[in-house]
């Protein structure tokens, strides 16, 4: 069964704190990884889609890596405009395609 | 620019009461979904459809059942709702037509409330 993990559940910054978000994952062959930012009562934006390890994709203060066991969702220099919750999901190459979500990291950056 | 729209944002019904919430999707996708969303539990399957008239059972679809008449469009329905039922829907949509891990797209949610 595809697993997905998010850590930590929750986090708080400074504005400036750099930091990183993690998704762990368990899938028989990945065909995809995504990232989405969720704001408060909104549904979820797509922000990346990773599909192989050593892959690095980047919007602005945002950059996501890949590894074969694991995602990682780095903020550099947040700002209180970042603050929302982040959702990782992985998409398996066989059987199902059905995605399967992480239960999410929510961040908060203080001015 | 892709779109997913929820018809409803906000709703309260009344227990007991039929709920139709509707999904309409403007990218041609073949793949449609709906989730529910609590806190502390994330995202949770309830129905998903990879064409027009099919549906499959996701992980929770006791007390929903979808609808899909037309490709762009996507009905979930409660047919008597009750208080659990109270939360945040969101419908999705997906294609697979190029071979690649596609996006998925989701709409804005419908937030249901049964009183």
């Known amino acids: 069964e595809d697993q997905v993990t998010q850590s930590p559940e929750a986090l708080r910054l400074q504005e400036g704190e750099s930091s990183s978000l993690n998704c762990s994952y368990t899938v028989s062959g990945l065909r995809g990884l995504f990232w989405y930012r969720q704001d408060p009562g909104k549904g979820p934006e797509f922000l990346f889609t990773?599909?192989?390890a050593g892959e690095e994709k980047e919007k602005e203060r945002l950059k996501a890596t890949l590894t074969k066991k694991e995602s990682f969702l780095h903020i550099t220099a947040p700002k209180p405009e970042d603050s929302a919750t982040y959702l990782c999901?992985?998409?398996?190459?066989?059987?199902?395609?059905?995605?399967?979500f992480g239960r999410g990291t929510s961040l908060i950056v203080h001015p | 620019d892709v779109k997913v729209t929820q018809s409803s944002r906000y709703l309260v019904k009344r227990t007991g009461e039929k709920v139709f919430l509707e999904c309409v999707q403007d990218?041609?996708?073949?793949?449609m979904f709906w989730y529910r969303q609590d806190p502390g539990l994330g995202l949770r399957l309830i129905y998903f459809?990879?064409?027009?008239?099919?549906?499959e059972k996701g992980d929770i679809p006791e007390g929903y059942s979808v609808s899909r008449e037309k490709k762009e469009r996507f009905s979930l329905i409660l047919e008597s709702a009750s208080t659990n039922q109270t939360s945040m829907y969101l419908c999705?949509?997906?294609?697979?037509?190029?071979?690649?891990?596609?996006?998925?797209?989701f709409g804005e949610g419908s937030w249901l409330t049964v009183v």
């Open positions: 999901a992985v998409q398996a190459s066989g059987g199902s395609y059905i995605p399967t």
């Open positions: 990218m041609d996708h073949e793949n």
């Open positions: 990773l599909y192989s």
């Open positions: 459809s990879y064409d027009v008239k099919m549906k």
């Open positions: 999705a949509s997906i294609t697979f037509r190029d071979g690649s891990g596609n996006t998925i797209y």
